[in-house]
C-alpha cells in the first residue's frame, strides 16, 4: 500500500506554468489521468498546453479549453485526451462522451473542472489545483492516491 502523495509548487509567469507541465508530461504513463481543478484563468489550460510540448504534440497551438467540444484530442509520444466539464451537469455526461474509453486506454487523460464530474474519476487518479496567489503567481498542488501518482508527484517535486 502506498499512502497519498503530495507536492506543493509555485510558478510566477504563464512560461512557468507551460515549464511545469513539459516537466509533468515527461513523468506520465498511459492511464495516468490528471483532474484539473481551479477557478477561471488559473492555468488549467496552460498546463495541458505545456504537456502538449513535453509529448511533442505537432502543434500545441491546437491545446484549447473543450468547452464546446467536451473532449479534444493531441497525438503525440502519447495521446493526450483533453476534456473540459465546465458545462457538465453530471458525471454521467462524461460517461457518454466516452471518458473510460480515455482513462483506461492507452493515452493520459487531463479533465479541466475534474470537480464537477468527481463520480467518473477512476479512484487512482493524480488531482492538480491550481489557486490563483497574484496576477501572475499560482499555487499549484499535486496531490493522489496509488503507486502512480506517488511516481509522478515524487518525480515533480525532487526535479524542480
Ligand atoms: N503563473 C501563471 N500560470 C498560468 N497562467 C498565468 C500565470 N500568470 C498569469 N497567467 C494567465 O492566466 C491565464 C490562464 O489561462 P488558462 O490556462 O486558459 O486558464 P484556465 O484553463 O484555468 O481557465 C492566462 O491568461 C495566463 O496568461
Ligand atoms: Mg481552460
Not at 3 to 24: F, I, M, W
Amino acid at each position: 500500500m502506498s499512502a497519498d502523495a503530495k507536492a506543493v509548487l509555485t510558478t510566477h509567469s504563464p512560461e512557468e506554468t507551460v515549464a511545469l507541465g513539459k516537466r509533468l508530461a515527461l513523468l506520465l504513463s498511459p492511464g495516468d489521468v490528471l483532474a484539473l481543478i481551479g477557478p477561471l484563468g488559473a492555468g488549467k489550460t496552460l498546463l495541458v498546453k505545456g504537456i502538449a510540448l513535453g509529448l511533442a504534440v505537432d502543434d500545441p497551438r491546437e491545446v484549447t479549453s473543450p468547452t464546446f467540444v467536451l473532449m479534444n484530442i493531441y497525438e503525440g509520444k502519447m495521446r493526450i485526451h483533453h476534456f473540459d466539464a465546465y458545462r457538465l451537469k453530471s458525471a454521467g455526461q462524461m460517461f457518454e462522451i466516452g471518458c473510460e474509453d480515455a482513462f483506461y486506454g492507452d493515452g493520459v487523460s487531463a479533465i479541466e473542472w475534474a470537480d464537477r464530474v468527481s463520480d467518473c474519476l477512476p479512484a487512482e487518479h493524480i488531482r492538480v489545483e491550481i489557486e490563483i496567489t497574484g496576477k501572475a503567481d499560482r499555487k499549484i498542488m499535486f496531490a493522489g492516491t496509488g503507486q502512480r501518482a506517488r511516481s509522478v508527484i515524487d518525480n515533480l517535486s525532487a526535479s524542480q
